[in-house]
């Protein structure tokens, strides 16, 4: 970035708008290439097949963070350049941002992946443990049905040219929410069983990771008033 600021200054041939756009554009178009030979969607579905979705999630993160510094480093520059850089921001990261968006997507799949994964271990206790217990592990092989279902698709997840996965991504995203939904009834329920504050402390521990879910926090927030009353009727007991 410092050349191109000593070409912007220097050069009387080639510090035109029209010139450092291409320029920028070429650069951006290396970053997507060379973080895709880093991380593609075949990789991405091995690292899930492997059950290793983590492995996929942190090289998604890396792409982001590359991407970012990239136009951190633009703006940095382009604020200490003599001459002024004109240019709209849209002109020259229109391919940068899409695929920082592609790869924000592909990361609610790689950490839905890992979230979801817990409940196969989850088991609740009390009056009706046994049916809340088989109610989870239905959302989660219905959760699993849906991934496999998503990997059926025959382009690479990482290409931004592929506009097919808008829609794909939106179906396995609708049908994720829906199983979100059948969570937290089971979650409240299950809540609503316990008799005790360790109890309704201990559920919530055992969903952790998937708390933080939109839909599930939501429900989540109208018991915790419930559940703060109940710890001071509890404190007021002790004392």
């Known amino acids: 970035m410092f050349t191109i600021q000593l070409i912007w200054n220097h050069s009387t041939n080639y510090n035109t708008p029209s ?9 951006c178009n290396a970053i997507i290439k060379q973080c895709r030979s880093n991380i593609d969607g075949n990789k991405i579905f091995d690292a899930i097949k492997n059950e290793e979705p983590w492995d996929a999630h942190q090289k998604l993160m890396l792409c982001l963070d590359v991407c970012s510094q990239f136009k951190d480093a633009y703006y940095e ?3 200490k350049s003599k001459n002024k850089w004109k240019i709209s921001s849209n002109a020259l990261f229109v391919r940068l941002d899409a695929f920082s968006e ?3 997507d592909i990361m609610h799949l790689t950490g839905a992946i890992q979230q979801f994964g817990k409940l196969q271990k989850i088991e609740i206790g009390n009056t009706k443990g046994k049916s809340m217990t088989q109610s989870i592990m239905l959302v989660f092989n219905e959760f699993t ?3 496999e279902q998503f990997m059926q698709v025959k382009y690479d997840i990482l290409d931004i040219e592929k506009r097919e996965f808008e829609d794909d991504f939106f179906k396995f995203r609708q049908r994720v929410k829906e199983l979100e939904r059948r969570l937290a009834a089971v979650l409240t329920q ?6 005790t ?9 055992s ?13 989540l927030e109208r018991k915790q008033i419930s559940l703060l009353e109940l710890y001071r009727n509890d404190l007021k007991e002790t004392q």
């Open 77 to 79: 520059y382009k604020a």
């Open 102 to 104: 592609r790869c924000q």
């Open 197 to 205: 504050i360790i109890g309704k402390f201990k559920l919530l521990d």
């Open 207 to 219: 969903f952790e990771g998937l708390l933080n879910r939109p839909i599930i926090l939501d429900e």
């Open 190 to 195: 299950s809540f609503d069983d316990c008799d």
């Open 145 to 147: 049905k849906a991934v």
């Open 19 to 27: 010139r450092l756009v291409v320029l920028i554009r070429q650069i």
